[in-house]
């Protein structure tokens, strides 16, 4: 099939590779406010696993083509959004381009998180000729590739026939291990996909206010999740207590089922206060350092390891150590972070600082002359560190872990101590 993507978004980047990979004529038109030079050279898009090197292979084939602007396209079978929900205006001026307006026939695939109800807005817009499905972004940062090409589920709202016979086919390749075409009418679908996301900001926000009773009542909140998980009904998909969740996706989703809510007539008191949980348990470390040092903290100097707002990514949209890095240097902190991926990207955010140092390759660096340790992203390369030179590098010899990936008792025999969410063990003295 000849199709026509446009946008900017990881998952507009990841459909054109996929798409072409598969023998799919594509021609992607990347969003005025990232263009191909610029985006090809973007933190995020060069550090997701396969994607750069399939978007090259595609081009080198000729079954991709990157264009400039939309006159450069030819007509196409189906029509790809992949816009962020700030880029709905874009969409509406695309459809509305005279070069589709003659044509009979085109098939949109809306990817892009727009409100409830956008899809069939931008249907009217093409025209009765034409058909439209929502097809919600569902990928997972830092495993786009394989979560697009080897999908769980494709949650596909059409509302007639012929779209939904177009999507199957444009994603055959990538079905054909089960059936993973959930189908429902259009709305449905872009409800869902929001609805998944609250749910899960729902599970993770509860189990850290869990994690701050059991911290109140000296209970190790492992336990708790041990004991929640095995309940069948529950399970324990996140449900692990951290210093909060971020990232474009999830926060923007969330904040958009709230709007969704908010605008028709029904106020949603538990959004909110998911939301503003989220919101202070990314203050959680911070707390713990404040309460260790009883405030005095000028002049300290403060290890963080992690700064994506996730693993497997180099961004940090929303994420846990802005809200961290602006309570610490308002208090005179010096800050000393290593992340093997986000750096650039927190360094364009914050500027230049003489009260941050930042590394990319040594985790230890970070760690020399400080005082305390702070973890806050969970990348594989901390998860076994060597404690005992930790603990002579650490002038406190504290470690603050914002997602509970360390066993305490086994961080304290090496005579360090230990605070997590809900959980803390002291070196034991004889």
């Known amino acids: 099939m000849r199709v026509l993507l446009y946008g900017s978004e990881l998952s507009a980047a990841t459909a054109a590779a996929a798409l072409a990979w598969v023998g799919h004529q594509v021609q992607w038109l990347p969003h005025a406010d990232a263009p191909w030079p610029a985006l090809s050279q973007v933190d995020w898009l060069l550090s997701e696993p396969q994607l750069r090197a399939r978007l090259d292979q595609g081009l080198a084939e000729g079954t991709l083509q990157i264009?400039?602007?939309?006159?450069?396209?030819?007509?196409?079978?189906?029509?790809?959004?992949?816009l962020s929900p700030a880029q709905r205006r874009a969409a509406s001026t695309l459809l509305e381009d005279p070069l589709l307006a003659d044509q009979h026939g085109i098939v949109l695939v809306n990817n892009s998180t727009f409100p409830v109800g956008e899809t069939e807005r931008l249907h009217t817009l093409m025209g009765a000729q034409?058909?439209?499905?929502?097809?919600?972004?569902?990928?997972?940062?830092?495993?786009?590739?394989?979560?697009?090409?080897?999908?769980?589920?494709?949650?596909?709202?059409?509302?007639?026939?012929?779209?939904?016979?177009?999507?199957r086919e444009l994603l055959r390749a990538f079905n054909r291990r089960r059936e993973v075409f959930q189908c429902m009418p259009r709305r449905a679908a872009e409800l869902t996909k929001l609805a998944i996301n609250g749910m899960l900001a729902?599970?993770?926000?509860?189990?850290?206010?869990?994690?701050?009773?059991?911290?109140?009542?000296?209970?190790?909140?492992?336990?708790?999740?041990?004991?929640?998980?095995?309940?069948?009904?529950?399970?324990?998909?996140y449900l692990y207590p951290g210093c909060g969740f971020g990232g474009p996706s999830f926060s923007r989703d969330l904040m958009r089922l709230a709007d969704v809510q908010l605008q028709s007539g029904r106020y949603s008191a538990l959004l909110e206060q998911v939301m503003d949980i989220n919101e202070q348990k990314k203050e959680t470390l911070f707390r713990k350092l404040w309460s260790h040092f009883g405030g005095e903290l000028a002049g300290k100097t403060v290890a963080i390891w992690g700064a994506a707002f996730k693993p497997g990514t180099a961004r940090i949209d929303h994420a846990p150590v802005l809200?961290?890095?602006?309570?610490?240097?308002?208090?005179?902190?010096?800050?000393?972070?290593?992340?093997p991926a986000a750096v650039p990207a927190l360094r364009a955010f914050v500027g230049e600082r003489d009260d941050l140092r930042t590394f990319t390759h040594d985790p230890y660096?970070?760690?020399?002359?400080?005082?305390?340790?702070?973890?806050?992203?969970?990348?594989?390369?901390?998860?076994?560190?060597?404690?005992?030179?930790?603990?002579?590098?650490?002038?406190?010899?504290?470690?603050?872990?914002?997602?509970?990936?360390?066993?305490?008792?086994?961080?304290?025999?090496?005579?360090?101590?230990?605070?997590?969410?809900?959980?803390?063990?002291?070196?034991?003295?004889?």
């Open 67 to 82: 264009i400039g602007q939309l006159s450069e396209a030819a007509i196409p079978d189906v029509i790809w959004l992949a």
């Open 365 to 430: 660096q970070a760690c020399e002359g400080a005082d305390v340790l702070m973890l806050v992203t969970e990348w594989k390369t901390y998860w076994n560190p060597d404690w005992h030179r930790l603990a002579l590098l650490l002038n406190a010899k504290l470690v603050l872990d914002g997602r509970n990936i360390y066993d305490p008792e086994f961080v304290a025999s090496c005579g360090i101590m230990y605070r997590g969410i809900g959980r803390r063990a002291d070196p034991k003295t004889f």
């Open 202 to 237: 729902t599970r993770i926000s509860y189990m850290n206010e869990i994690a701050g009773l059991a911290d109140t009542l000296g209970v190790d909140v492992e336990h708790v999740r041990q004991g929640m998980g095995a309940d069948s009904r529950i399970g324990f998909e």
């Open 130 to 167: 034409h058909t439209s499905v929502a097809l919600p972004d569902t990928l997972e940062e830092g495993r786009a590739w394989d979560s697009f090409t080897r999908p769980t589920r494709w949650l596909l709202g059409c509302d007639d026939a012929t779209g939904e016979q177009v999507a």
């Open 323 to 339: 809200t961290l890095l602006e309570a610490l240097w308002a208090q005179g902190v010096t800050v000393q972070l290593h992340d």
